[in-house]
């Protein structure tokens, strides 16, 4: 299994965006990844996947852990870029 911190409010590594919320990804073998929250803007997630070279196509599923905006700000744009996504 493998998580990536993909939204935080720390920017762990050069290049992604610090923003108030939180985002992960979780890959297990050839499973398409969860996606764990979606963060507070779909800006600083966009950039950050695309840093992290995470296509939002390849996500299988996207669980919301609760109705905050600082962790469904993103939602609609991942929604909208992956439309087979599990929600």
């Known amino acids: 299994?493998?998580?990536?911190?993909?939204?935080?409010?720390?920017?762990?590594?050069?290049g992604l965006r610090a923003g108030w919320g939180f985002s992960a990804l979780v890959g297990h073998g050839k499973m398409p990844p969860l996606l764990f929250d979606t963060g507070a803007d779909s800006a600083t997630l966009l950039h950050n996947m695309k840093e992290l070279n995470?296509?939002?196509?390849?996500?299988?599923?996207?669980?919301?852990?609760?109705?905050?905006?600082?962790?469904t700000g993103g939602l609609s744009e991942i929604l909208r870029l992956n439309e087979v996504a599990e929600l």
Request: charged residues 30%; proline residues 3%; negative net charge.
């Open 1 to 14: 299994m493998k998580i990536t911190i993909v939204y935080d409010n720390e920017a762990k590594k050069e």
């Open 54 to 71: 995470i296509d939002p196509k390849d996500i299988g599923t996207i669980m919301i852990s609760h109705a905050h905006g600082d962790h």
